[in-house]
Each structure stands twice: as structure tokens, then as C-alpha cells.
């Protein structure tokens, strides 16, 4: 199969909105790449050796992958009317370039790999893709992670926000549920902060097979179980966390059958909400007797830790 390569060279200011436009058109992932140095560990003494792009400090060039299919010219022409639009919006695109590139699926495999670094979560949790060395400072615990053709490079934020709650929360111990696992990179950082047991579910046969090579790449088999399910269709029995990293529409059609799988006193993390769909989910949050706890923005994603009402 080949593929279309897109890339669009916008502004700092409107980075986060192109990789949405890059998601509505049906891209899996994203690379970003800008002047910004990786995340890295305090105690990297290599630090400084590490090589930055030669980029602008205010341009950012955003990259994905659409396979070269009959429709695939009207979605980067969609893209590059998005992409024009933004100005629209209030957000300065910056050079607003949309460069496209026809490669082979082979080439596409590796050719986001050398922009991908390790992301520093916090003192427990490092997310590293596998080709990368990397030293973790002390009490850090490695995921390695190679996303493959699924989404979850934990670089977008709707996944940097589930990250940092979930480092956060004291998961020692709990049976935890990830819905829509993607790369499985939520559920490897449940196991790797001390979940007793971790369930990882998507629709998507690729993503159930991504998965399923980075729990045995982390070790982890009997940890967690990875399996091929319509929302809740292949879960047994309730959980303690369960996480959702997927879009409003989604996590609105779940949030009926909820109650059956969250255990009393549980949390439920709802990701991936553009904030335009926001006010839909809050109403059916509330519908189906949840209250939201704590609510997470970056820019336009929208996170929210979800509990049962208090009767």
C-alpha cells in the first residue's frame, strides 16, 4: 500500500488546532516537530548533545499518514481548506503551508521514528518509544512503546493529560479499564504505576495487535490483557479506574452501560472531548448519575475525572 505524507508548517499558536484537523480527517497519530527540546530526565547528562531541528522558534511542522485511497486528494484538499480557514478562528497559521509526499509503506513505518523522544510523565513514569536509549532516574518507571500504525504516542494531549491524572492517583493494587487502548500506552502505564490487573480493550483488530506486541515488549503478559471489543462488550466485572481516551460521541454512548463496570467508589477519566462537544457529554454525565470531579483543558481537548453521584 503506499501512503500520503502531509505536512502542514503553521505557528506555535495553532498547533494544537491543525493536529485536530489532521484527527477529523481520519489520521491515526501525529508528529510534531518543533525547536522544542525533548522531555528528558533531570540526571541525562547527554542533555545538551541532543540535536534540535532546524526550525524557527515560532514554526511548528505537523506531520501525518493517510493511506493513498480514492478519497484521499479530496482529504488533503479538505485539510488545506481547514488549514486557511484558521484565521477564521482567531488563530494565526503562520505560514500555513500543506506539503504532501507519496511513500511506501514501509518507508512510512520508520519515517516518523526519528522525531519521537521520550516524554518525562513526572518521577514515576517515563513513556519511551523502543528504539531510543534512555537512563531513568531513580524510582522512574520505563513503558516502552512502539505505536506502530495505532494511535498513542502519549504526545497529544488529550493522552498527556490521562497521563499526568493517572500518575497522580494512587492506582496500587486496583483492576483498571482502558477503552479504546489504542497503542495500549494507558493501559502499560496503569500496570507500570502499580495496578494489580489491567484490561485493555479497542474495536480496531490493528490496534488490539499493537497492543498486544508492546505488553509483550513491556513484559507485562498476565498483567494485562488485551482483547478486540465494542465498547464494554468483551469486559468482565467491575473496575476500580477505567479510562477513555477517545471522542465525545463515544464516551456518550458508553456512559449508560457505565454503572455496571465501575466499582463503588471508582473513577471514571473521560479524554479526547473537543471542547465544542463538551456541553453534550457534561449532560449526559449527569443524566446517567455521574458527577464530575475535576475537570483538565489543553487547548482545545477537554479532560474530565468522572464519579458516581453521592445519593
Known amino acids: 500500500m503506499k501512503w500520503m505524507e502531509i505536512t502542514v508548517v503553521t505557528s506555535q499558536e495553532a498547533k494544537e488546532a491543525v493536529a485536530d484537523i489532521f484527527y477529523r480527517a481520519g489520521a491515526n497519530g501525529v508528529v510534531v516537530e518543533d525547536a522544542s527540546p525533548p522531555l528528558l530526565a533531570e540526571d541525562v547528562e547527554d542533555y545538551s548533545l541532543v540535536t534540535l531541528p532546524d526550525i524557527p522558534l515560532e514554526e511548528v511542522r505537523i506531520t501525518a499518514y493517510l493511506p493513498l485511497l480514492e478519497g484521499t486528494f479530496r482529504q488533503i484538499e479538505e485539510i488545506r481548506l481547514a488549514v486557511s480557514a484558521l484565521p477564521d478562528f482567531g488563530l494565526d497559521p503562520g505560514r500555513g503551508e500543506v506539503l504532501v509526499a507519496e511513500i511506501l509503506e514501509e518507508d512510512w513505518a520508520s519515517a516518523w521514528k526519528e522525531f519521537y523522544q521520550p516524554i518525562v510523565v513526572g518521577p514515576k513514569l517515563v513513556i519511551k518509544p523502543s528504539w531510543v536509549e534512555f537512563t531513568p532516574a531513580p524510582g522512574q518507571n520505563i513503558v516502552e512503546l512502539d505505536p506502530g500504525m495505532a494511535f498513542g504516542t502519549g504526545s497529544h494531549a488529550t493522552t498527556v493529560m490521562c497521563l499526568e491524572f493517572m500518575h497522580g492517583r494512587h492506582l496500587a493494587g486496583k483492576r483498571v479499564l482502558d477503552l479504546g487502548c489504542g497503542s495500549g500506552i494507558l493501559a502499560l502505564a496503569a500496570a507500570k504505576l502499580g495496578a494489580a490487573e489491567v484490561v ?112
Open 200 to 311: 485493555a480493550l479497542d474495536y480496531d483488530p490493528l490496534a488490539v495487535k499493537v497492543a498486544a506486541e508492546n505488553v509483550r515488549l513491556n513484559q507485562l503478559e498476565g498483567h494485562v490483557a488485551v482483547a478486540e471489543s465494542h465498547l464494554f462488550t468483551a469486559a468482565r466485572g467491575r473496575y476500580d479506574f477505567i479510562v477513555a481516551n477517545i471522542i465525545a460521541r463515544i464516551i456518550i454512548e458508553l456512559l449508560p452501560s457505565l454503572g455496571y463496570y465501575l466499582a463503588p467508589g471508582g473513577m471514571f477519566l473521560a479524554s479526547g472531548i473537543i471542547r465544542d462537544k463538551l456541553d453534550g457529554v457534561l449532560h449526559a454525565i449527569e443524566t446517567n448519575g455521574f458527577l464530575v470531579q475535576q475537570s483538565f483543558e489543553q487547548g482545545e481537548w477537554v479532560t474530565l475525572a468522572v464519579v458516581r453521584k453521592v445519593d
